[in-house]
């Protein structure tokens, strides 16, 4: 240990920035963990929160945290008579960007069924829950607003009176909950110029197939709103969510839900394995192969100085063979210089991370089995690293000192 000391101080610099640079490496190998599992907790978030059962969403789709999923309002009268619903509540879910305070604004818009769901289950952390079905919105921290102000989306301002965190949809951006009449109103909103180029649109298209001319009154509903075509009418909500009375069976409920042809039925979690195996388990496959990387690279740096360091000694390993040390004391000297660097760097990564990981744009979870793999991987890189440095040393013969 004496002469692994003696080594280190004499190259003190490279060690340390050799140190630093693990540090460094390690720091996002433990990062990329934790977003993974960030993603994870972002993503379920809404699901375990909002208190459902089960999940009413269009026919043959995946839900809307999936795809686009749309049902018509009258979904829920239908689904609060089944036997066995305790409650029934309307579910409107999807992101809008728009311009605020000179600044792009982009939210995921949540549709809270007023009256029976004011957002008290919400976690907020400042203000308080919906207490009118207009008008007012809570709204997630990482989209920059504050409490007491207004945000016009669409024709309507909305006041934020509820502050939350870490409620933010899939893609990082912040939720936005609203009432659902008032969801609907912002998703459905058109700049004038869009919404008169398609009245033109559907204009032409019943000028063009004689339509007007069989029945006049059609050309006139053409050019107004889409509201007032049932056949364009917009889809009202983007799912129907059931909470089930005590004791009864969800299985049975969906079982008799499933029965319906125009809807599809899951249960929480099979809704929640829809949505992790979709985008959450492809950034899981991206992140790991970025974590491999970068360990293959750690491993390779470390094993170059290890190495480097040794060529530098050669003549003081040729002395301690002369002197008769055994082989052991030549490795146990190699090892500790790869250990003590995968240390230092293990410590510099854990230290960085404290400060750097908050600051993330994506929440980063980091846990305790994260930790105990992370030193895992940190003395499985100092053993193969240092591996090179033995196999030289192994092979430097003693008389190597007289020259």
């Known amino acids: 240990m004496n002469l692994a000391a003696k080594d280190i101080r004499h190259n003190f610099g490279r ?39 089960l999940w009413v969403v269009q026919g043959s ?28 509540r309307r579910f409107v ?42 008008f007012e919105m809570i709204a997630d921290r990482s989209l920059r607003l504050e409490l007491g102000e207004k945000v016009k989306l669409g024709k309507d301002i909305y006041e934020v009176v509820g502050l939350t965190s870490g409620m933010v949809g899939s893609g990082g951006d912040g939720l936005g909950f609203f009432s659902v009449s008032d969801a609907e109103s912002i998703q459905f909103d058109q700049p004038g110029e869009a919404s008169r180029l398609e009245r033109q649109s559907r204009r032409a298209r019943a000028e063009a197939q004689d339509i007007g001319r069989v029945q006049p009154e059609l050309l006139e509903r053409a050019v107004g709103p889409s509201s007032g075509i049932p056949a364009l009418a917009p889809p009202q909500v983007s799912a129907v969510m059931l909470t089930i009375q005590p004791g009864m069976s969800a299985a049975k409920v969906a079982e008799t839900i499933s029965t319906w042809p125009d809807v599809t039925v899951y249960s929480k979690q099979q809704q929640v394995d829809l949505l992790l ?47 008769g040390a055994r082989n052991g ?40 089995s994260d930790l105990v793999q992370l030193a895992l991987i940190v003395l499985g890189i100092s053993v193969l690293a240092s591996l090179l440095g033995i196999v030289k040393a192994m092979r430097v013969e003693p008389n190597k000192v007289l020259s």
């Open 93 to 134: 879910f999807h992101t809008v960007q728009r311009e605020h305070d000179g600044r792009p604004l982009r939210i995921v818009v949540q549709g809270l069924s007023w009256p029976e769901d004011r957002g008290d289950w919400i976690p907020l952390v400042a203000g308080r829950p919906l207490r009118q079905a207009h």
């Open 277 to 323: 195996s979709g985008m959450v388990d492809k950034a899981k496959r991206q992140l790991g192969l970025f974590r491999v990387l970068l360990i293959i690279i750690s491993t390779i740096i470390m094993a170059l100085i290890i190495y480097t360091l040794t060529l530098d000694k050669i003549h003081d390993i040729a002395m301690l063979k002369l002197m």
């Open 15 to 53: 060690f340390a920035l050799t140190a630093i640079g693990i540090g460094l490496l390690l720091m996002i190998v433990l990062g990329m963990g934790g977003i993974y599992r960030g993603l994870i907790r972002e993503a379920t978030l809404l699901i375990d929160n909002i208190g459902a059962d």
């Open 61 to 88: 789709t995946r839900g809307p945290f999936a795809e686009i999923s749309r049902v018509p309002a009258n979904l829920e009268d239908r689904a609060r008579a089944v036997p066995g619903v305790a409650s029934a």
């Open 329 to 368: 004391v030549i490795i146990g000297l190699i090892l500790q210089q790869a250990l003590l660097i995968g240390a230092l760097g293990y410590g510099l990564a854990y230290w960085l991370g404290t400060f750097a990981f908050p600051k993330f744009p994506r929440l980063v979870v980091i846990e305790t």
